[in-house]
């Protein structure tokens, strides 16, 4: 049973720090169907999916933006490979990228480097967005590829989710290496929960999460939205493969 449906509870919404926890939660749970079944009616849950679904990014400045940080890293990606909403997702990451220049002590080493890794696509994605698309016409393939290089110098906490997160974004670019970033991506969490539960752990975290106390909510979202991209990816490719037996009968 994966990881989110089996023992993961959401935090009581109580604190602006669990409520961002528990709209993740409810984001890689739902996705979409957040915005038309949002389960909780908190001003700042509701400025979440209104942000996420409408991107209205007043919220951003409402809740006095700070630590922590990696719940508006996930949004945006989010926000940028499934809504594909590049303005919001641009709108998110300059308010990080403007929190990490001006505090970058306050950033720990799994945000800095998915900001990192956030910055190669949305600078790159901008660009495409300001060419006409007559000149990727045929090559965006190749285009997206060269942004998963860019990714792939980029280097995150050998032991961290950053490693999580740096993988299923190479696998929203590069079709051909996607299945096997992801399932690398799932039986390393399926590991380390059942590692978690050999040793009695409560909480289950994701690669080695545990020793840094991070919120459980951050390898929740990466298993259940590494599936969702493995099954968009499978559904892909028995469509081009059905093509090709149809053309080779033809």
């Not at 449906?5 to 109580?14: A, D, G, L, Q």
């Not at 400045?61 to 949004?75: A, C, Q, T, V």
């Not at 990451?93 to 956030?118: G, I, M, V």
């Not at 992801?182 to 009695?200: G, H, P, S, T």
Request: aromatic share 10%.
């Amino acid at each position: 049973m994966a990881l989110t449906e089996e023992i993961v509870v959401k935090p009581s919404p109580t604190t602006i720090w669990n409520i961002l926890d528990y709209f993740l939660i409810d984001l890689a749970r739902l996705q979409d169907n957040i915005c038309r079944k949002p389960s909780l009616s908190k001003p700042l849950y509701q400025g979440l999916v209104d942000l996420v679904c409408r991107g209205e990014a007043g919220v951003l400045d409402n809740i006095g933006f700070g630590k922590p940080y990696y719940p508006f890293i996930l949004i945006t990606y989010y926000v940028l490979f499934h809504r594909h909403d590049l303005r919001t997702a641009e709108a998110i990451y300059r308010k990080l990228r403007e929190a990490y220049e001006n505090h970058p002590y306050s950033f720990d080493r799994d945000e800095e480097c998915t900001l990192k890794l956030l910055e190669k696509v949305v600078e790159d994605f901008t660009a495409l967005r300001i060419h006409p698309q007559k000149e990727y016409r045929g090559r965006l393939s190749a285009r997206l590829r060269e942004t998963a290089f860019k990714i792939e110098n980029v280097k995150c906490f050998s032991a961290g989710w950053g490693t999580a997160f740096k993988a299923i974004l190479l696998a929203c670019l590069d079709i051909k290496k996607s299945l096997e970033l992801l399932e690398n991506v799932l039986r390393e969490i399926e590991a380390q929960r059942r590692q978690a539960i050999d040793a009695d752990i409560e909480i289950i975290e994701a690669y080695n999460l545990i020793e840094n106390r991070v919120s459980p909510a951050i390898p929740v979202f990466l298993e259940k939205i590494a599936r969702e991209v493995k099954n968009r990816r499978e559904e892909v490719l028995k469509k081009q493969e059905k093509l090709l037996n149809a053309l080779e009968k033809s």
